[in-house]
């Protein structure tokens, strides 16, 4: 069963613009990541957020967490052609061994 | 660093009949994970290896799914007699520790 709701479930931009997609979640958690995959290929591991957390930035990426709406969001900044792909917000308990994935995001950014 | 391998890439098979994948973690990788993934969906978890030990395998469907890491690296996960239903995306997945994991290619699987 998937933990995560993604929304907006599809989204098109035009390159160069900023994309927002946030992840809704049911159950505590121990961290948040996020993983991008491009048509056809594995996940890409793309940054963590712990549940003690509320900000994280990494190159164009930047993520935040509410723990108490149980909500996270990913903004691509100066989005790239390269950008397109899906994006999967994964929640994790105590322990850390298990992910629990969303249905993702499907990102088009446009030149 | 060489990524977790997978094979084969794509498998087209009739329902009924067998199937096997295989996956080669990241070396040093004691964890191993494999998941599968359906058309527009996040990949689920069917089971979890620490070493050769399956520790977390609640999600696969045990009549018909079996896995095995034979001396905790590369492991095979096998499905006996497949039906339309499996038809996926099977994705393989180490850690070297907790939170961070790292996927493979995937195994497109078609079952007509």
């Known amino acids: 069963s998937q933990q995560g709701e993604e929304d907006p479930q599809a989204l098109s931009i035009q390159e160069g613009e900023n994309a927002t997609m946030n992840c809704s979640y049911k159950?505590?958690?121990?961290?948040l990541q996020w993983y991008r995959q491009n048509s056809g290929r594995g996940l890409v591991h793309l940054i963590l957020i712990r549940s003690n957390e509320r900000e994280k930035h990494s190159g164009r990426l930047r993520v935040t967490l509410d723990t108490s709406k149980k909500s996270s969001s990913l903004l691509i900044t100066a989005s790239r052609a390269a950008d397109t792909a899906s994006y999967f917000c994964?929640?994790?308990?105590?322990?850390?061994?298990?992910?629990?994935f969303g249905a993702g995001t499907i990102l088009r950014v446009k030149s | 660093e060489a990524g977790v391998v997978q094979s084969p890439r794509y498998k087209i098979i009739e329902k009924k009949q067998p199937v096997a994948f295989w996956c080669n973690p990241i070396?040093?990788?004691?964890?191993l994970y494999w998941y599968r993934q359906n058309l527009g969906q996040g990949p689920e978890l069917l089971i979890r290896y620490e070493n050769e030990e399956a520790v977390d395998d609640s999600q696969l469907p045990k009549d018909r799914f079996s896995a095995e890491r034979l001396k905790g690296v590369d492991s095979t996960l096998k499905i006996q007699p497949a039906e339309l239903g499996d038809s996926a995306v099977y994705l393989c997945a180490s850690s070297p520790r907790a939170y961070e994991q790292y996927f493979g290619p995937g195994t497109r699987l078609t079952v007509t």
């Open positions: 159950t505590s958690i121990n961290n």
């Open positions: 070396s040093g990788h004691n964890t």
């Open positions: 994964a929640t994790s308990t105590v322990g850390g061994n298990k992910l629990v």
